[in-house]
């Protein structure tokens, strides 16, 4: 891939990795409730999850959702509920003291596994992966690498932002002194979470 296709994809990738959405909005909640080093497990999720979702798409799974209407429409419903489910855990997530150097037993992470299937049903993920194959894979003998470098450019813009998102997120909760801070942003963060389900049907 040439090195001018590689920065437009780049770009593409950064404006729709960096923009809040549920990654984004998982990922402060949970530098806030738990701080940055034990929020990395979920961020490594939902960079797994990415990276799988990709490879579905470029090898074949992605071309069934355009031929198939009716799949993407349950990849809706279950993405949207998993969103209102997540957004539930954080908006009631209990008041704890969220330590400098806080140690591995204490209060609960938000588990690797959960980053990685937020991926896999959300509509709106999906079609930021199906707009990067069709936009900037190669035909022929170099489509193989063209992917190899699309998922090199998400690879990098992921853990770019969701470095910043997580460090945004542990300022914050280092902020939120009072059991009634802690609440009130807990409940706006699950509100904007819950509030992602509507860009999902836009």
Same mark, same amino acid.
């Given at each position: ?6 920065? !437009? ?9 960096? *923009? ?6 998982? @990922? *402060?909640? #949970? ?19 990415? $990276?799988?979702? @990709? ?10 959702? &355009? ?5 993407? &429409? ?5 993405? #949207?509920?998993?969103?209102? /489910?997540? %957004? /539930?855990?954080?908006? +009631? ?9 806080? #140690?591995?037993? +204490? ?6 596994? $959960?980053?990685?299937?937020? $991926? ?5 993920? /999906? @079609?930021? %992966? ?7 894979? @190669? ?5 193989? +690498?063209?992917?190899?470098?699309? !998922?090199?450019?998400?690879?990098? =813009?992921?853990? =770019? ?16 002194? %009072?059991? $009634?801070? /802690? ?9 904007? *979470?819950? %509030? ?5 049907? &836009?």
């Amino acid at each position: 891939m040439e090195m001018g296709l590689f920065l !437009s994809l780049l770009g593409f990738l950064w404006v729709a990795a960096i *923009t809040p959405g549920p990654n984004n909005m998982l @990922l *402060t909640a #949970s530098g806030a409730n738990v701080g940055f080093v034990r929020s990395l497990p979920l961020m490594l999720g939902v960079m797994l999850g990415m $990276q799988i979702m @990709l490879l579905l798409v470029a090898f074949g799974i992605g071309g069934l959702i &355009l031929i198939y209407p009716a799949l993407h &429409l349950l990849l809706k419903i279950a993405g #949207s509920l998993y969103l209102l /489910w997540l %957004s /539930w855990k954080i908006g +009631s997530a209990p008041y704890e003291v969220l330590e400098v150097d806080p #140690s591995p037993d +204490s209060g609960k992470a938000m588990p690797f596994w $959960q980053g990685g299937l937020l $991926q896999l049903i959300n509509p709106k993920a /999906w @079609l930021m %992966s199906l707009g990067a194959v069709a936009s900037f894979s @190669l035909a022929g003998a170099e489509y193989r +690498s063209s992917v190899l470098a699309i !998922s090199f450019a998400m690879f990098l =813009v992921n853990l =770019v932002a969701g470095i910043i998102w997580l460090g945004f997120g542990t300022m914050i909760g280092r902020w939120l002194k %009072s059991p $009634q801070a /802690w609440k009130i942003f807990n409940v706006f963060m699950g509100l904007l *979470t819950a %509030s992602c389900v509507i860009l999902i049907w &836009l």
